[in-house]
């Protein structure tokens, strides 16, 4: 069974900073794409970052040069740095895995940005 551990979420200040991580098994960290989503309350799920088995990474307009993906093969985890937060970055962040038309989710961690 994939599971995908995905934790770091929190209440920060507009401007604060928070390092998302999520850990998997090495079969799926080595062949998947990895990527986080957002989805905030009323609205639907969107693609927040990507960033591939070979390291090639993606990101949303919307938080280009705030937020960044990273990956740490010694201990199959992703991460996702955000920082610069603003209010409408409040959501509950995903992580997921794809190949193909396999594809699998965290449980999800709560961000919160409120002064």
């Known amino acids: 069974q994939v599971q995908l551990v995905d934790s770091g979420g929190g209440l920060v200040q507009p401007g604060g900073s928070l390092r998302l991580s999520c850990s998997t098994s090495k079969s799926i960290f080595d062949s998947y794409t990895m990527g986080w989503y957002r989805q905030a309350p009323g609205k639907e799920r969107e693609l927040v970052a990507t960033?591939?088995?070979?390291?090639?990474?993606s990101c949303a307009d919307s938080v280009k040069g705030r937020f960044s993906i990273s990956r740490d093969a010694a201990k199959n985890t992703v991460y996702l740095q955000m920082n610069s937060l603003k209010p409408e970055d409040t959501a509950t962040y995903y992580c997921n895995a794809r190949y193909f038309v396999h594809s699998y989710w965290g449980k999800g961690t709560l961000v919160t940005v409120s002064s």
């Open positions: 960033i591939s088995s070979a390291g090639g990474t």
